[in-house]
Antibody
Framework: EVQLLESGGGLAQPGGSLRLSCAAS????????MSWVRQAPGKGLEWVSF??????YYADSVKGRFTISRDNSKNTLSLQMNSLRAEDTAVYYC???????????WGQGTLVTVSS | EIVLTQSPGTLSLSPGETVTLSCRAS???????LAWYQQKPGQAPRLLIY???SRATGIPDRFSGSGSGTDFTLTISRLEPEDFAVYYC?????????FGQGTKVEIK
């Protein structure tokens, strides 16, 4: 059974940093691109980043502040978030990307709150 | 950046009715890399449709997707009580993905 479990959320100050992790199981992690998607309280979904074979891509809203990475030996996806802003407050989901088939499995999300 | 515009914002319907949701892209989508998701309160999104018209694993056949280029639709036939939720479209064809703002389907 495919499982994605996010962790690392919490309260951070504006300008601060936070590192999210997503532990994957039930599939060959190294064979899939992975993505982060966020959802501000009461708002819609916003794509943040995805990492594929040899490349990573970011939404303009986080480019230069967030870094996506993966450790295939530990089946873990990460998102390093620096220079956090109040508007980064959201539930962050990790999701598996299937070529031509979008994001087929999602974690339950981890809440990031940026506030002083 | 490709902007996706969903309409309407909210629909009030009764169980058993059929609903059609719209998603319009600001430019043509290559290879119909358009997906639809369902999200219920407090839950993660669930993939319904990918490639504009292919149902994801385990999705009932009352859900169907169609469209190409810039205009896409999600049709839900014979609404079941569990179908009342928010629906999002997403384009994932290039290196910058985007979601529509969502359509809420609520019980009348």
């Amino acid at each position: 059974e495919v499982q994605l479990l996010e962790s690392g959320g919490g309260l951070a100050q504006p300008g601060g940093s936070l590192r999210l992790s997503c532990a994957a199981s039930g599939f060959t992690f190294s064979g899939f691109a992975m993505s982060w998607v966020r959802q501000a309280p009461g708002k819609g979904l916003e794509w943040v980043s995805f990492i594929g074979p040899g490349a990573a891509y970011y939404a303009d809203s986080v480019k230069g502040r967030f870094t996506i990475s993966r450790d295939n030996s530990k089946n873990t996806l990460s998102l390093q978030m620096n220079s956090l802003r109040a508007e980064d407050t959201a539930v962050y989901y990790c999701a598996r990307r299937v070529p031509a088939a979008a994001l087929d499995y999602w974690g339950q999300g981890t809440l990031v709150t940026v506030s002083s | 950046e490709i902007v996706l515009t969903q309409s309407p914002g909210t629909l009030s319907l009764s169980p058993g009715e059929t609903v059609t949701l719209s998603c319009r892209a600001s430019q043509g989508l290559s290879s119909s890399y358009l997906a639809w998701y369902q999200q219920k309160p407090g839950q993660a999104p669930r993939l319904l449709i990918y490639g504009a018209s292919s149902r994801a694993t385990g999705i009932p056949d009352r859900f169907s997707g169609s469209g190409s280029g810039t205009d896409f639709t999600l049709t839900i036939s014979r609404l079941e009580p569990e179908d009342f939720a928010v629906y999002y479209c997403q384009q994932y064809g290039g290196s910058l993905w985007t979601f529509g703002q969502g359509t809420k389907v609520e019980i009348k």
